[in-house]
């Protein structure tokens, strides 16, 4: 445990002049350029880590936000500084916002490091931002406190809720197949994200939050706060004035992030049902601190970890109804039998300290169910491993067709994203209802950087017979908010030469979700010559890049390992 040292203010990690005196004199008199007063720049600094911005509409209400946790920080007696990151708003970057979460953990590491704060809030939301904060104030290693944006309300079509965004898909899925009209799906866009916040459901956004609230970095309960509700304008004060706490007595992240910590927040994962991507975050988050996980015990976590949290998109209801239902502390509460009650929050308090605390507050079970009558009696992710997947992929069996899981099927290939983009909708693709769908060249290092495409489309001529979902499987990922039987982050990914890359249209793929299975069925033979041939075309290959994209290239993980750099 790191020892916590005394808040240095503004004389805190002073700029090299060879002259130190000269150094403080120096900062404090531009300091005093921005009107500060003697009184304030004696305080302890709070840094606040805003990542607002123009691109990321799960923030317009930072604002308003921001205003609260420097009127916390002032009421306790500390100065707060604002500064920005870069901030990842995930429809809006291209090819992929996961192209940009390590560069903005490395934006956000720095600048803790090197400005004179002594302890930090970070205001993040959108999917990748969580991630990308906690893995740069882990390295960073100052006292840090997690303030999430919050879920967004959900909308009204026609007499139905909306919420961002697998009312986005489930409705484009309608479109597609000739359900609904131009006209309606034009009525849908403006009525699906309505307001600030994150995902309305149990996307990547909200299962972030849950589980950074789990590993104690956040306030306990401010994780599923709707974006809107005054109780997100309260806890952001709170922050604030804990923060300063935080000067004196606060550890940090490192700290506390052990391999008991990282085991509850598996535990969450699978209780509620969460997204896929945050095996990634999760991943590259536990390695910064020095833990591991073992995507084999996760397995063992899945079959003695019930879902008991009823939410879209393996679920009826949204994140505000969560928020009303208990929220993270009542999940908590049912898996008190399988957590490590042990560890601590930024605050010194116990987990079961927390428990015992709240084992009085209210849970509506049509939102939180109890542990001996759950929604499902194991977990609602698994790891899969076999000759396809060597070091592992993920399903995410919540949300997929159970009839699927046991099969042996004919593959359909796609080489690429634009591959997929200019033929999954030709009349004359060689499909049936029973294939396999196979995207290659969606991993971490390939040109499109691991994005949201695994969920690929069902072919228009089989949606509009009536099809509904298929076997897709690709070293991509899968919005939190999506669903149907998906397999994602096959490792090593294709564009590596894993054996994802060998696949051909025709050739069978066996899947077994009972035995945890995922093999393609070719001859080793047939695989040499292919990945010779492989091998000499890769050869002929360069791909021109600069900049922060090369680094990325060059030093980017596969997915078991976090999607991390290996700088770490």
């Not at 309305?200 to 309960?221: K, N």
């Amino acid at each position: 445990m790191t020892t916590p040292t005394a808040p240095q203010g503004i004389d805190g990690g002073l700029t090299d002049y060879g002259d130190k005196e000269f150094s403080r004199y120096l900062r404090r008199s531009f300091a005093k350029s921005m009107g500060y007063s003697n009184e304030m720049l004696d305080r302890p600094i709070v840094g606040i880590a805003n990542t607002e911005s123009g691109f990321n509409s799960c923030h317009r209400h930072f604002p308003e936000l921001l205003k609260a946790v420097e009127r916390g920080v002032l009421a306790a007696g500390g100065l707060p500084i604002v500064f920005p990151t870069i901030s990842l708003g995930e429809m809006y970057l291209a090819p992929t916002s996961m192209l940009y979460r390590n560069l903005m953990a490395m934006d956000t590491e720095e600048m803790i490091r090197a400005s004179p704060m002594d302890s930090v809030v970070l205001m993040g939301g959108c999917d990748k931002t969580v991630p990308a904060q906690v893995m740069g104030a882990i390295s960073a290693g100052k006292p840090a406190i997690q303030l999430v944006a919050g879920p967004m309300s959900t909308g009204r079509h026609r007499g139905e809720r909306l919420g961002a965004c697998t009312d986005c898909r489930r409705f484009w899925a309608r479109y597609r197949a000739g359900d609904i009209t131009a006209e309606e799906i034009d009525q849908v866009e403006g009525r699906l994200a309505t307001t600030p916040g994150t995902c309305a459901v149990m996307g990547t956004a909200s299962t972030m939050a849950c589980l950074v609230e789990t590993l104690g970095l956040m306030p306990a309960g401010s994780a599923s706060i709707p974006a809107v509700h005054t109780d997100r304008l309260r806890v952001a004060e709170e922050t604030g004035r804990l923060a300063v706490g935080l000067t004196e007595s606060g550890v940090p992240f490192r700290d506390l992030i052990t391999d008991a910590s990282i085991e509850n927040a598996l535990t969450v994962l699978l209780a509620i049902g969460g997204s896929t991507n945050a095996i990634i975050h999760l991943t590259a988050i536990a390695r910064r601190a020095g833990c591991e996980i073992s995507l084999k015990r996760f397995n063992e976590l899945s079959e003695t970890t019930p879902v008991l949290v009823d939410l879209k998109p393996s679920g009826d209801h949204y994140m505000e109804d969560f928020f009303a239902g208990g929220g993270v502390g009542a999940v908590l509460r049912e898996l008190e039998p399988l957590l490590n009650l042990e560890c601590r929050n930024v605050f010194g308090e116990t987990l079961g300290d927390r428990i015992e605390r709240e084992k009085d507050n209210y849970v509506d079970r049509r939102m939180v169910r109890a542990f001996d009558d759950p929604i499902s009696h194991v977990g609602g992710l698994i790891a899969l491993f076999g000759s396809l997947a060597p070091d592992g992929a993920i399903i995410k069996r919540a949300a997929a067709d159970p009839t699927l899981f046991e099969i042996e099927a004919r593959a359909c290939v796609f080489s690429s994203l634009e591959d997929l983009a200019d033929r999954i909708d030709d009349p004359n693709l060689d499909v049936r209802p029973d294939d396999v769908l196979i995207l290659q060249n969606a991993g971490p290092k390939s040109a499109a950087a691991m994005p949201e495409a695994g969920c690929l489309p069902i072919p228009a001529k089989l949606a509009a017979s009536g099809v509904k979902d298929m076997v897709r499987i690709s070293d991509a990922r899968m919005s939190g908010t999506a669903y149907g039987t998906v397999v994602l982050h096959v490792s090593p990914e294709a564009a590596v030469g894993g054996p994802l890359a060998l696949v051909k249209s025709g050739d069978r793929i066996a899947m077994s979700v009972e035995k945890r299975r995922l093999d393609l069925l070719v001859d080793e033979r047939t695989l040499a010559v292919r990945r010779d041939a492989l091998a000499r075309s890769s050869a002929l290959e360069a791909t021109e890049e600069f900049g922060y994209r090369t680094l990325y290239r060059q030093k980017v993980q596969q997915a078991h390992l976090g999607c991390d750099f290996d700088l770490w």
